[in-house]
């Protein structure tokens, strides 16, 4: 049960690294890496969301934006930050993966974030036995506090992700073209279904009942109005 875990957690964390590569190769940081940001289509591959805080970078950005328990030290300490955000992100995903919940967590954002800019050394976070020596090494070398020594933003890029012991035995062309097995694949009856999401009190259906809604506004994102 406990490989089984490492594997699914492997499966996922190799997906979000063939994302951050690709979005990296079109010049853009997406800064907002979280569970809740990713979904899983009909085949079981995850699918990205919420672009609200991605940017297109040809310098160093300097804006304080992501989930909290995300952030790196250069976001939270004003330095200035460039996609080796994205990297130190996925170090924390696969921790709260592997962990079930994030590294540095605290009573307090505020003491939360004094860990996060230490990192992980002098024992500053704790490693559950559920977290292998491959896969610890790998989430330490994600969640290096220098940007310019994290995987992912050196000189070759993802590549030194994508090569790291943990993950060394992932198939790379069959991962991008979708031909690994997943793990778990939901159960979706048609395009619109959402039986998978919790039922909730939508205001926007309240606000604008179906006949009155302005379809028109949005026929470019929307084919089909449930």
Request: glycine share 4%; with cysteine.
């Amino acid at each position: 049960l406990v490989n089984a875990a490492i594997e699914v957690a492997a499966f996922y964390v190799q997906q979000v690294a063939c994302i951050f590569a690709h979005l990296q190769s079109k010049l853009i940081v997406y800064r907002d890496l979280k569970p809740e940001n990713l979904l899983l289509d009909a085949d079981g591959y995850i699918k990205m969301i919420d672009f609200g805080f991605a940017k297109t970078l040809s310098e160093k950005t300097y804006t304080l934006c992501g989930t909290p328990e995300y952030l790196a030290p250069e976001v939270i300490l004003n330095k200035g930050h460039t996609f080796s955000v994205d990297w130190w992100c996925i170090g924390i995903l696969a921790y709260e993966c592997l962990g079930c919940q994030t590294p540095f967590l605290s009573d307090s954002d505020m003491a939360m974030y004094r860990k996060i800019v230490k990192g992980p050394a002098d024992g500053n976070i704790s490693w559950p036995k559920s977290i292998p020596p491959d896969a610890r090494d790998f989430i330490e070398a994600q969640i290096n506090v220098d940007p310019l020594k994290r995987p992912g933003s050196m000189k070759d890029g993802a590549l030194d992700v994508k090569t790291h012991k943990w993950l060394a035995q992932v198939d790379w062309k069959k991962a991008e073209a979708r031909k690994l097995e997943a793990p778990w694949k939901p159960k979706i009856k048609s395009a619109t279904d959402a039986s998978n999401f919790d039922e909730f009190d939508d205001d926007a259906k309240e606000n604008f009942p179906r006949e009155d809604f302005a379809k028109d506004l949005f026929k470019e994102f929307a084919d089909v109005w449930v």
